[in-house]
């Protein structure tokens, strides 16, 4: 925002000297007659170049903010952004892996409801009776594999949340001072912007004190037309 109002203000001064500059060659070549006009073509000649020197500073301070735009290196950018990258992964992958074996869990539970609702109908065979118990051993063995590796697995997720809230305080870290030390540069910029802002010229100031259209009216009458005395 800032950038692109010192921008918009550039193409002000711009747009102010280049008519001062029309203004003042109209002195200096439409009519001889106007360069009999001394301390009036001093006063613009020395706007005209106030306003380049003003427009010389908001070009100053663009750079300087791109510069701060930049301050930043794009490698340490990229290598923050892939270490982040590389965290969100890591405890995707172990979250993911608790929820399959969760998953798993949940499926086992409902093996063994429907397997045991089964086994207590009445019209069901002896035979198939005894399948479906071997099928409850099996499914309850499962059970206890699924509740040590859940139980494993929501141990490593955990300590994969213990590393990635490390690691990401260390990059976190990192990014706090980089982005510091960038924003602490801001307000010698603006400084630099306001104090463009402020047409202080020595070379302005004494042409407009200089500056007296009598004087000039009167240096016009004589070499135009001396004989009369009189301002016209």
Known sequence: MIKEKIEQLTQWSNEGKDWIEKYKNGFENKDASYQSYSTTLELLTATVASFEKLNAKFDESKKELDKILETIPKKEKRVIKSECSREQTMIANAKQAKNNVEQKMNQNKTA????????????????????????????????????????????????????????????????????????????????????????????????????????????????????????L
């Not at 035979?127 to 206890?144: D, F, T």
């Not at 307000?187 to 463009?196: C, D, G, R």
């Open 112 to 231: 063994i409801e429907q397997n045991q609702t089964n086994g207590e109908k009445k019209s069901v065979s002896q035979r198939k009776r005894a399948k479906l118990h071997k099928q409850l051993e099996s499914l309850q063995a499962n059970k206890k594999q699924l509740k040590k590796q859940l139980s494993n697995q929501t141990e490593m997720y955990n300590h994969s949340i213990k590393i990635y809230e490390e690691n990401m305080l260390e990059i976190y870290d990192r990014s706090y001072e980089l982005e510091l030390a960038r924003l602490q540069k801001i307000p010698s910029i603006l400084t630099s912007f306001i104090v463009a802002l402020k047409i202080d010229e020595n070379e302005l100031n004494e042409s407009i004190a200089k500056h007296k259209p009598e004087t000039d009216l009167s240096q016009w009458r004589q070499k135009h037309f001396p004989r009369f005395k009189k301002k």
